[in-house]
């Protein structure tokens, strides 16, 4: 029997999502392929929204695109790019279109990306988009009027991993209390924070899939413990890159032993590569989630 990602969600199943960037044009065939290597293996392919900040084809449009080749999208949605009226046309449009997962999030300033001089929206934040979501559910728009058919998403929102930031987990009971069905955080390397954290809001009972990003060389390891906030790569993982031979072979072993410390832990596991999805399917047969 094939369920939906909603029914995946309240089921004991450990869930495996993925990630995807759209083009930066109207060629979409490599993309497109990329998540073809997901077929069969991830329970749902997130798309994002001008990640980083950086412009790409709408997650809208490419979220269709999937959907028409097969998969089940998760639509990222940010409110960096949109005021509320933006961002009810879109999350209508994306209904009315099949797409029935959505992920929000506030989103980058613009001043990271390709188009620093362009002016952030930020209308609402991520808790007011959630908000705005379950209104939609109910018929009814922001503003309160009466809308001629209402919406059903499954939606989800982000969270950083650090037990020791008491604002970020306010900001993510919040998200819970205002709907969402589904947090995807960032990405794990320090299981025993991770722990901590899982321990720290196991109260808000919502399913939290963990972030995942396979390291690829020493670099890239001391580039995410410099740069992006909440991420710990501990020393030994760091000695374990340094060391090896092979540094994106040791980067996926270290991913697949995570994975199976997070199947403990977690509801899942969000894998974003940096590049493509080459290796993903090698990975969870590594940890044991071959023939899924």
């Known amino acids: 029997m094939l369920f939906n990602f909603r029914e995946k969600l309240n089921s004991s199943k450990f869930l495996v999502t993925a990630e995807v960037s759209p083009p930066k044009g109207t060629r979409f065939s490599v993309p497109l392929e990329d998540a073809r290597q997901l ?41 960096r790019d949109r005021n509320r009226i933006g961002l009810q046309s879109d999350l209508l449009g994306a209904y009315a279109l099949g797409i029935r997962n959505i992920c929000v999030m506030t989103g980058d300033f613009p001043s990271c990306g390709d188009h620093p001089g362009s002016k952030p929206v930020y209308d609402l934040d991520s808790v007011h988009l959630l908000q705005l979501v379950r209104k939609l559910d109910s018929g009814i728009n922001f503003a309160g009027n009466r809308l001629d058919g209402g919406t059903s998403f499954c939606a989800g929102a982000v969270s950083g991993i650090d037990p020791d930031k008491p604002l970020q987990l306010i900001k993510l009971e919040k998200k819970v209390r205002s709907g969402a069905d589904f947090i995807q955080t960032q990405a794990v390397y320090d299981v025993g924070m991770f722990e901590e954290f899982m321990e720290a809001i196991s109260y808000l009972e919502v399913p939290v899939i963990a972030g995942l ?31 090896s031979p092979d540094p994106v072979e040791e980067g996926l072993s270290i991913a697949s032993e995570t994975i199976k410390e997070l199947m403990k832990l977690s509801r899942g596991v969000h894998i974003m590569p940096v590049g493509s999805h080459n290796n993903t399917s090698r990975l969870l047969s590594m940890a044991g989630l071959s023939g899924k």
């Open 39 to 79: 077929k069969g293996i991830a329970d749902a392919i997130n798309v994002t929204d001008n990640q980083c900040s950086i412009m790409h084809m709408s997650s809208l449009a490419f979220s269709k695109l999937l959907l028409d080749e097969g998969h089940e999208p998760i639509m990222q949605l940010t409110c």
């Open 213 to 243: 990003i396979p390291l690829k060389s020493l670099g890239m390891a001391e580039f995410m413990n410099k740069n992006i906030s909440g991420v710990n790569v501990p020393e030994e993982i760091m000695f374990r890159i340094k060391d």
